[in-house]
C-alpha cells in the first residue's frame, strides 16, 4: 500500500505580509488550543489514509511561532498514532527572524531533517515593501546558523516580479541564495491575489505591475543561473540540488494520499478531496465540540482527468504517458492527445519516450495551456 503524506497548517503570523493570500491569523492567544484542536484532529482522522507515514510537513502560517512544547506535543500524538519507521523527510517551514540557536536545538530533538524558510529577498527596500519580518542580514544568519546547528536539507522561496525589484536586483538574490549553498530553492512570480494590500495597491494606480519582458528575463536568470550552479529544475517553480527533490511536495504532484490537518488544511486519498474551514474558530470549535469539520467531494472521471493532467505537467518530467493511458482509459486518452498536439507543435510541449512535457519555455506560460487542456465537467 501507498504510503502517505501529513501537512499540518499553522495558521499564525505575527504580521501579515502584503502579498499573501494564504490563510492566516495574528491571534496568536489561541496557539495552545489550537494544537490541542491539531492532535485532537491527527487523533481522530487516521482512517482517511493508509497510516504508514512517509513525509510530513508543517506550512503556514509561521510554524516556527510554535513553542518548543506544542511542537513536542504534536510529534508525540503523531508517534503515537501513526507508523512512522519509515519516516523519510520532515519539513518545517521557518520565518528567518524567528531562527535562534535555542529554537534550533529543540527542533534538533524532533524529526523534523528538512527546513523551508520564506525569505523572499535580500534586498532591504523590497523586503520593507513586502513587509516581510525580517531583513537581509537576518535571512543570511538565519540560513548559516542552519547548516552550524546541522540542517544540510534547506530550502529558501523567493519572490520575482515585485514592483521595484530590477532583473539586476533579482541577479544579486539569486546569487545570494546559490552563495549560501542551500539544497532547494523554490522561486514564484509574484501574482496579485485579489483583496490582498498589494492588489489594492496595484487597482488604485499606486503601484505598476512589472513589464512582460523583465518578467520573462527573470525567469530566464532564474533558470540559467540556477542550472548552472548544479540545480535540477524538477518542477515549475522548484529546484533541487541532486538528491534533495522536496518528497513530501512530490508526493502531491504524484498522486500519493495525504491528510491536511488543521484550519484550511486539504486531504485527498484518491478517492475524495476533503478541505477544512479556513477560518481559525470555526476548526477549533468544530474540533472541540466533536463535530466533523471538513467538507468532502468525490472525484469523477474528469476530476481525475484534469488533476493527472495538471499535477504531471507541474513536473520537468512530466506525464508518463502508459500510466495516464491505463488510469483514464484510451477513448479520453486520445482525446487529450489531441488536444497536447498543437502546443507540442508550437513547441511550448515536448513528446519524448514515453512522456510529454513542457519546454522550459512553455513551463513559463503552463497555467494557460494546462487549463486549456482541461475536460469542462
Ligand atoms: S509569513 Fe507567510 S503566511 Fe504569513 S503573511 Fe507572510 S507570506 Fe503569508
Not at 497548517?9 to 491571534?27: A, D, L, M, N, V
Not at 518548543?68 to 506535543?73: C, D, K, L, T, V
Not at 524529526?111 to 515593501?129: A, H, T
Request: charged share 25%; net charge negative; hydrophobic share 35%.
Amino acid at each position: 500500500m501507498t504510503m502517505a503524506g501529513i501537512y499540518i497548517h499553522i495558521p499564525f503570523c505575527t504580521k501579515r505580509c502584503i502579498y499573501c493570500g494564504f490563510y492566516s491569523t495574528t491571534q496568536t492567544d489561541l496557539m495552545d488550543r489550537y494544537t490541542a484542536a491539531v492532535c485532537k484532529e491527527l487523533t481522530e482522522r487516521k482512517e482517511y489514509i493508509n497510516n504508514h507515514i512517509k513525509t510530513i510537513y508543517f506550512g503556514g502560517g509561521t510554524p516556527s511561532l510554535l513553542s518548543s512544547g506544542q511542537i513536542e506535543r504534536i510529534f508525540q500524538t503523531i508517534m503515537e498514532n501513526y507508523l512512522t519507521d519509515g519516516l523519510q523527510e520532515v519539513t518545517f517551514e521557518c520565518n528567518p527572524d524567528d531562527i535562534t540557536c535555542d529554537f534550533l536545538q529543540s527542533i534538533a530533538r524532533t524529526p523534523i531533517n528538512r527546513i523551508s524558510m520564506g525569505i523572499q529577498s535580500f534586498n532591504d527596500d523590497i523586503l520593507g515593501f513586502i513587509r516581510r519580518r525580517h531583513n537581509s542580514e537576518q535571512a543570511v544568519n538565519a540560513v548559516k546558523l542552519c547548516h552550524e546547528a546541522g540542517f544540510n536539507n534547506i530550502s529558501i522561496d523567493l519572490i520575482y516580479g515585485i514592483p521595484g525589484q530590477t532583473v539586476n536586483i533579482f541577479r544579486e538574490d539569486i546569487e545570494k541564495a546559490i552563495a549560501l549553498n542551500v539544497s532547494h530553492i523554490s522561486s514564484y512570480h509574484l501574482s496579485y491575489e485579489e483583496e490582498t494590500p498589494i492588489w489594492h495597491l496595484l487597482q488604485n494606480k499606486k503601484i505598476a505591475a512589472i513589464d512582460e519582458e523583465s518578467s520573462v528575463s527573470m525567469y530566464h536568470l532564474l533558470c540559467d543561473s540556477l542550472r548552472k550552479s548544479g540545480f535540477k529544475h524538477y518542477e515549475i517553480s522548484n529546484f533541487a540540488k541532486e538528491g534533495y527533490e522536496s518528497k513530501h511536495n512530490s508526493s502531491y504532484w504524484d498522486g500519493t494520499p495525504y491528510l491536511g490537518i488543521g484550519a484550511g488544511a486539504h486531504s485527498f486519498n484518491g478517492v475524495s478531496r476533503r478541505w477544512n474551514p479556513d477560518n481559525i474558530t470555526q476548526y477549533i470549535d468544530g474540533i472541540e465540540s466533536n463535530k466533523p469539520v471538513f467538507e468532502e467531494e468525490f472525484l469523477t472521471n474528469a476530476d481525475r482527468y484534469n488533476e493527472s493532467i495538471m499535477l504531471g505537467l507541474r513536473k520537468s518530467d512530466g506525464i508518463d504517458l502508459a500510466k495516464f493511458s491505463s488510469y483514464i482509459g484510451e477513448e479520453l486518452f486520445s482525446h487529450f492527445m489531441q488536444d497536447a498536439e498543437p502546443h507540442i507543435k508550437n513547441g511550448s510541449l515536448i513528446m519524448e519516450k514515453d512522456r510529454i512535457r513542457f519546454t522550459e519555455d512553455g513551463l513559463f506560460t503552463s497555467d494557460n495551456i494546462i487549463s486549456s487542456l482541461f475536460l469542462l465537467q
